[in-house]
T-cell receptor, first 113, second 115 residues
Framework: KQEVTQIPAALSVPEGENLVLNCSFTDSAIYNLQWFRQDPGKGLTSLLLIQSSQREQTSGRLNASLDKSSGRSTLYIAASQPGDSATYLCAVAVGDSNYQLIWGAGTKLIIKP | ETGVTQTPRHLVMGMTNKKSLKCEQHLGHNAMYWYKQSAKKPLELMFVYNFKEQTENNSVPSRFSPECPNSSHLFLHLHTLQPEDSALYLC??????????????FGNGTRLTVT
């Protein structure tokens, strides 16, 4: 059974620092991995989607990597800003004929001005 | 108006009340989803509709009753809820159901409190 873990559950860093968020999964048979952002009391916004055949995806100051063999993905945020404060969730797409998303519980990120 | 819209944003109801959550998507998507998000827990998929037909019901208690009158609208009817049902209920849509390249678009959710 696929399980997705995000550690730590919360992270606080000073503004301007580069940081890495972690996501691990137990079964390497995935279609893709997605990173989402959730602001307090809001829905989720898709940030990056990495296909199983890809190693990384970049969007602005964000870079997501995928290592299927080790069951790990990282989300790198460069030059962090207070506006980056949010909860970041990862989800892996799994299944044979029935594709579904398995979610992590998220990492709550606080960027201190 | 674009995207996925959910109403109401907040709802407080007693255990004997009946209420409904509404979701509307303006993206022309074919699949719509209800998720439950409880504090510090992964999202839980509740129901999926594809072309207005229910395709998944993940062992959700019968006190939650979904309705999808057309591909743009999704409702979640609530009755005789329990305090543990208090959570953020998120609606999402995607162009295609179970398509690995069809990303989810979420609404802002309804914060439900059951007293």
């Amino acid at each position: 059974k696929q399980e997705v873990t995000q550690i730590p559950a919360a992270l606080s860093v000073p503004e301007g620092e580069n940081l890495v968020l972690n996501c691990s999964f137990t079964d390497s048979a995935i279609y893709n991995l997605q990173w989402f952002r959730q602001d307090p009391g809001k829905g989720l916004t898709s940030l990056l989607l990495i296909q199983s055949s890809q190693r990384e995806q970049t969007s602005g100051r964000l870079n997501a990597s995928l290592d299927k063999s080790s069951g790990r993905s990282t989300l790198y945020i460069a030059a962090s800003q207070p506006g980056d404060s949010a909860t970041y969730l990862c989800a892996v797409a799994v299944g044979d004929s029935n594709y579904q998303l398995i979610w992590g519980a998220g990492t709550k990120l606080i960027i201190k001005p | 108006e674009t995207g996925v819209t959910q109403t109401p944003r907040h709802l407080v109801m007693g255990m004997t009340n009946k209420k409904s959550l509404k979701c509307e998507q303006h993206l022309g998507h074919n699949a719509m989803y209800w998720y439950k998000q409880s504090a510090k827990k992964p999202l839980e998929l509740m129901f999926v509709y594809n072309f207005k037909e229910q395709t998944e019901n993940n062992s959700v208690p019968s006190r939650f009753s979904p309705e999808c009158p057309n591909s743009s609208h999704l409702f979640l009817h609530l009755h005789t809820l329990q305090p543990e049902d208090s959570a953020l209920y998120l609606c999402a849509s995607s162009q295609d159901y179970q398509a690995a390249n069809s990303p989810l678009h979420f609404g802002n959710g309804t914060r439900l409190t059951v007293t």
